[in-house]
């Protein structure tokens, strides 16, 4: 069984669980006020465990297994410890994506957010670096080249995330994906050169 399968499962597990334990959720659950005032920083991490409902967990361990059973392939293909590699971006991520919200809400003791989305999305932009023509299915459905989705998503996660009253957390989706395609361009520098080179010789 492969990390991937395995994150899903966890993931899947414990948002289940927390869902029949609304004491655990609301522990896990992302609430920067109590992070800050109550020194409760497990929740920038148990926070991308656990998803609000059904549909919100099936679109993003759909979307993780899709783009990330290929990406974990690559990443023990390459490297001696791959493995802990590909586990080091998605945990990192979980985190990283959460800082924004936990500077900008601080203040705010009815703020929350949770779901494994700042790490699928690192997983998703690790992977357009190095499938940067391969179509991405919008709603499973409408294809498009993954390195035009990768900038039409960055640009709109971005101006989402500065508009006040959002439901959905788009600073975790945009700096989830920087944190991805930071990430790998870091421990594989010439992930750049070919990403370039791929869409140079990309015909529509």
Same mark, same amino acid.
């Given at each position: 069984m492969n990390i991937t399968v395995i994150l899903v499962i966890i993931?899947?597990?414990?948002s289940f669980y927390a869902w029949n334990k609304p004491e655990i959720f609301h522990k896990w659950v992302l609430n920067p006020y109590r992070v800050k005032n109550n020194n409760e920083y497990w929740r920038?991490?148990? *926070?991308?465990?656990?998803?609000?409902?059904y549909m919100h967990l099936a679109f993003n361990m759909i979307s993780l297994y899709y783009m990330g059973e290929a990406l974990e392939h690559i990443f023990v293909g390459m490297f001696e410890m791959g493995a802990l590699y590909y586990i080091v971006l998605y945990i990192g991520a979980i985190v990283f994506s959460d800082l924004p919200s936990f500077s900008k809400h601080q203040r705010d003791r009815n703020?929350? *957010?949770l779901g494994a989305s700042g790490a699928v999305s690192a997983v998703i932009f690790a992977g357009i670096l190095f499938f940067p023509t391969q179509n991405i299915y919008i709603f499973f459905a409408l294809p498009i080249p993954a390195f035009i989705f990768g900038v039409l998503y960055l640009v709109y996660s971005y101006y989402q995330g500065r508009r006040s009253g959002q439901i959905i957390n788009h600073d975790a989706h945009f700096y989830g994906a920087v944190f991805g395609l930071v990430y790998t361009m870091v421990i594989y520098p010439h992930v750049i050169s070919h990403f370039f080179n791929e869409i140079l010789h990309w015909r529509f």
């Open positions: 993931t899947c597990v414990l920038l991490l148990t *926070s991308g465990f656990i998803h609000a409902d703020y929350n *957010s």
